[in-house]
């Protein structure tokens, strides 16, 4: 049995990735199972625990291997198994010839079956592709948030400041149109950035077992003191601070009064221009001063959690 004996007792079957070269990873946890996908080569250099992005389960990598690639390895395994059966009982084969007048012929055929297939899988494409900005691993997930497989470091401060980008290339743009495009695009990045601070916020909220909206910022703060005993905009100055409940309250216009200014908005906003009845007025300026505000906070509400880190 030498073609078997040499096959030994361990087996390594290398992954294929995908066209993008990502392989699949899947969270063990049952209660979470949750796929994602990592691109090797990226990320740290050194073995490291996997982290699951959804749960924040860490375990080693071999612990993460989808059903498909097992089954997969599987697969490969039974074949080279039986290829080398097949072999070492083709070896045992002989055919001795009668002799003498009355001699009796003894033959061993061995006639092959076919080998098991080897069965295919593929990769499932997945909503979001992020870089981690700590150790630059490139992962691909469900959804927008989630801790990066190799560092475990969150990703929500870097999805923020990724729309936020977004939304100054939506003010640059807005320059180079005419007045009726340009006024679109800017009230779009206004909402843009209270849509990415919001999910931002209940993404860190939630994290801690609470669920607190954003897109009130006056109420959230309020409430992140309430429940966490910090000040997310402690450093703000009183005019900041008046910047960006005014932008807030715009973008409440827009989303959800076509923009017309009505008597809750003249209350909170303290905006000296309003005039209840008629259409908010949203400059470029006012939006560039709210994206740097934002990031402002952003960063002192993701110290003010301690970074969030996987659960143990």
Not at 116 to 140: G, I, M, N, W
Request: with cysteine; glycine share 8%.
């Amino acid at each position: 049995m030498s073609h078997v004996e040499r096959l030994g007792n361990q087996f390594s079957i290398p992954l294929e990735p995908d066209e993008d070269g990502y392989i699949g990873r899947e969270c063990p946890v049952d209660s979470c199972l949750g796929y994602f996908k990592i691109k090797p080569g990226t990320g740290l250099k050194d073995p490291a625990p996997c982290h699951c992005p959804y749960c924040g389960h860490t375990a080693e990598h071999d612990k993460f291997f989808t059903p498909a690639q097992l089954e997969y390895a599987q697969s490969v395994v039974f074949r080279q198994v039986a290829d080398a059966f097949q072999k070492d009982l083709k070896s045992l084969e002989f055919d001795h010839k009668p002799k003498g007048g009355f001699g009796i012929g003894i033959s061993l055929k061995v006639k092959n079956s076919p080998l098991p297939p080897v069965r295919s899988y593929q990769e499932k494409q997945l909503e979001t592709k992020v870089v981690c900005d700590k150790c630059t691993l490139h992962f691909a997930i469900y959804g927008v948030f989630g801790w990066c497989p190799d560092c475990g470091a969150h990703n929500s401060l870097h999805i923020l400041i990724k729309n936020l980008e977004l939304a100054r290339k939506e003010l640059t743009l807005a320059e180079t149109l005419d007045t009726d495009l340009s006024e679109h695009l800017i009230g779009d990045a206004l909402e843009n950035i209270v849509s990415a601070f919001d999910g931002f916020g209940r993404e860190l909220c939630s994290q801690k077992g609470s669920d607190i909206r954003f897109q009130n910022i006056t109420a959230a703060r309020r409430r992140v003191q309430e429940t966490f005993s910090f000040d997310f905009a402690a450093d703000l100055d009183a005019d900041s601070w008046a910047i960006i409940v005014r932008a807030f309250e715009k973008r409440h216009l827009l989303a959800h009064k076509m923009g017309v200014v009505d008597e809750d908005y003249v209350r909170k906003a303290a905006d000296p221009d309003a005039v209840a009845g008629r259409r908010v007025r949203v400059s470029s300026d006012e939006v560039a001063q709210a994206i740097g505000i934002v990031e402002s906070l952003g960063q002192k509400l993701f110290t003010g959690f301690s970074a969030p880190t996987p659960p143990s």
